[in-house]
Each structure stands twice: as C-alpha cells, then as structure tokens.
C-alpha cells in the first residue's frame, strides 16, 4: 500500500531541469530510502512533496489527496519534514526545540495543550533525551543533536516523516544510532520513513524500499536485493561494485568498486 505516489513530476529551477515527469511509489509502513549521485534530484523530490517548492507540472498525492488541495496545517498534520541542515533558534532548551513540532495543532491564542505535552514528553523518550531535556541544544554534540530534531519531527504527530541526509556530517558510530531510532520508530510505532541516504551500505541495510535516481528520473526501484545491482550500480554511480549478500541474506553489501565513468549531472 502507498502513502504517497508521485505522478509525471517535473521540478526545475528557472530554466534548468531537475526532475522530469518522475513517476514513484512510497510504501506505507516501511522505510523507504532514496540514493543516487549528487545532483541527482534527490533533495529536490523530497522538497515537492512536503511542498517546499512548488513543481512544474505533475502531481504528488498523500493518503490518496493531491497535496495542492489541502492547507497547510492540514499537511503538516499528514507529514513532517526534516531538512538536511535545519536552524535552530538561538538559546532554546531540548524540550523547547521538540515542542516546535507541536505547532501545527496550536490555535491563535493559548498555550501547550495537555495532549500536546504528552507528545512532548513521548517524543523526548522514544529518542531517548530525558537526560537532556532542559539542556541547551547548542551544548549537545552534533548526534545528540540530531537526535533533538528527529524528537521534534515525531512530535508533530503525523504517519509520514521524512528526513534529508540525517547522517550528514556524523561520525559512523552516531550514523548507526540515527539509523536504528528511525528504524526503531518505523517499527515500534509504525512511521512510514522516507530519507535520503548517501552511504550505499546503510541504505541497503536499514531500507525495505530502495529508489533510485539518476538525473531527476527513476532507475531503480524495489527491496534492496530487487534494487542494488551491478547494473543499476553502474548506471546510477558509473561504478563497476563487488556486491556480496549479507550473513542473514536480507540485503547486499558493497564490499568494493571502482570508477568506470562519470555521473553526467543534470544542468
């Protein structure tokens, strides 16, 4: 079952072409993990569908809606969206920062409601800050952190999270934490997860949904062993990988590769 299907998408900026009439399936229920080389459209997919930016032509639907006949708040209630670098207000707590994600529900006038609380505190203990509740944010290491904004976007409540480069800038001992609180959420709590993930290895292992894009159109699409190949490796990287299937045969793992051509980029 789909929790969002994109249709004929086509996404540029000013005259220059990104994605062109792109046409996919996010799994409901599953972790959904889009790869490709830079530049590729990757983030540019994930910005049109939270309606970031706005397409050129195509449709986007969420829970079987086209996603321009709805508000925002209405949107903000059906998915959450964590960009690769967000900005966090100067000076605000772990506990503030995880309320922001409260505000979809807020009305005109009126504090926290005590659901909204109750969300709070869910939030801060499935990401496991409790320690770190009344800390300030900028006094946290750059994973703790990661952690905060992960807090803040389960805390807004919706079926659908999505989360651009989420191990960006981590060392590979906090990459694997990230990854396995989003998989822990995904199956604990039955979020439907779509990120964009650079490190091949991660995709495959923590994915059920692999993507694929190669200048703003689809290559590959499907289950880890469905999707990583040597040959959609060699079209979407222009590398010729050294695949082996993992001990519990649920995924494959790049063990080594080497160029054999360049990735043209799109524009």
Not at 54 to 62: C, D, E, L, M, N
């Amino acid at each position: 079952m789909e929790a969002i299907v994109v249709k004929e998408l086509s996404v540029g900026y000013d005259e220059r072409v990104v994605i062109e009439k792109l046409g996919l399936s996010i799994l409901k229920g599953k972790i959904n993990v889009i790869i490709g080389a830079n530049g590729c459209g990757k983030s540019t997919l994930l910005k049109s569908i939270a309606r970031v930016i706005k397409p050129q032509s195509g449709a986007v639907y969420i829970n079987g809606k086209d996603i321009t006949k709805q508000k925002e708040k209405a949107m903000a209630k059906q998915i959450a969206f964590l960009p690769q670098e967000p900005i966090c207000p100067v000076g605000l707590t772990v506990r503030e920062l995880v309320a922001y994600g409260r505000f979809p529900y807020q009305k005109s006038f009126g504090g926290l409601s005590k659901h909204d609380k109750e969300m709070i505190d869910w939030a801060i203990e499935e990401t496991e800050l409790q320690e770190f509740a009344h800390r300030k944010l900028d006094t946290l290491s750059q994973g703790q952190r990661q952690r905060v904004w992960i807090a803040m976007t389960i805390a807004q409540e919706t079926d659908i999270i999505m989360l651009d480069e989420p191990t960006t800038y981590l060392d590979l001992s906090y990459q694997q934490e990230i990854l396995q609180l989003l998989s822990k959420l995904n199956q604990t709590a039955g979020f439907t997860v779509v990120m964009v993930l650079h490190e091949l290895n991660n995709a495959c292992k923590y994915g059920d949904n692999i993507i694929g894009l190669k200048n703003g159109k689809l290559i590959c699409e499907g289950s880890p062993c469905e999707a990583i190949t040597k040959e959609n490796l060699s079209e979407l990287y222009g590398i010729d990988a050294t695949l082996q299937i993992s001990e519990n045969k649920q995924y494959p793992i790049c063990l080594d590769y080497e160029v054999t051509k360049k990735v043209a980029l799109v524009g």
